[in-house]
């Protein structure tokens, strides 16, 4: 008996190991703290959205683009359905990150908002889960904007829930410095 029963344990721990480990890995999740964006899985985004951060949070990009004559910087890391801009030091790890798209299929099954949003869901599901959330041109204003001060930048945040045809179709973090 014992030993039908360690002949059944070790094919369904080969199974195990073979399996890829994103099968099993809980999707990411975009914090809201009061109006503002605070963290993007274990990405500290409040205390630094800079290009360096998210190269230390998102590890190296698929691609990376010089934009703007040199001034700023597009990266995307497809497998998470993320792309990003960041500005004023191009692709040096000190360029604010301006906007933070999440889409497609890897964005929906990598990320949700903190109250259980994905890409995919009906327009319905925004109202059901951030009932604060406006209208807007772009989408729904899920997280509002906030701003704060910060050395000699005055940073603002926030989350739109982007839509087309009555579903979210991506997620459009922007931070936007000032003087």
Request: glycine share 12%; hydrophobic share 40%.
């Amino acid at each position: 008996m014992r030993k039908r029963l360690v002949g059944f344990c070790l094919p369904i721990t080969a199974l195990t190991i073979m399996l890829p480990t994103q099968a099993f890995a809980k999707p990411r999740v975009i914090h809201t703290h009061g109006s503002n964006v605070s963290w993007m899985g274990g990405w500290h985004v409040s205390a630094s959205h800079t290009y360096g951060s998210a190269l230390r949070a998102l590890n190296r990009p698929t691609s990376q683009s010089a934009a703007g004559g040199g001034l700023g910087c597009n990266a995307s890391w497809p497998r998470l359905g993320v792309a990003l801009s960041a500005w004023y030091y191009g692709c040096q790890s000190r360029s604010p990150i301006t906007t933070i798209v999440i889409r497609g299929s890897a964005g929906r099954s990598a990320w949700q908002t903190d109250r259980g949003l994905r890409i995919g869901d009906p327009i319905r599901r925004i109202r059901q889960l951030h009932r604060g959330a406006r209208s807007t041109n772009r989408g729904y204003l899920i997280a509002p904007i906030f701003t704060t001060a910060n050395d000699c930048y005055c940073f603002v945040s926030a989350v739109v829930a982007r839509t087309n045809g009555g579903i979210v179709s991506s997620f459009m973090l922007s931070f936007d410095a000032g003087d």
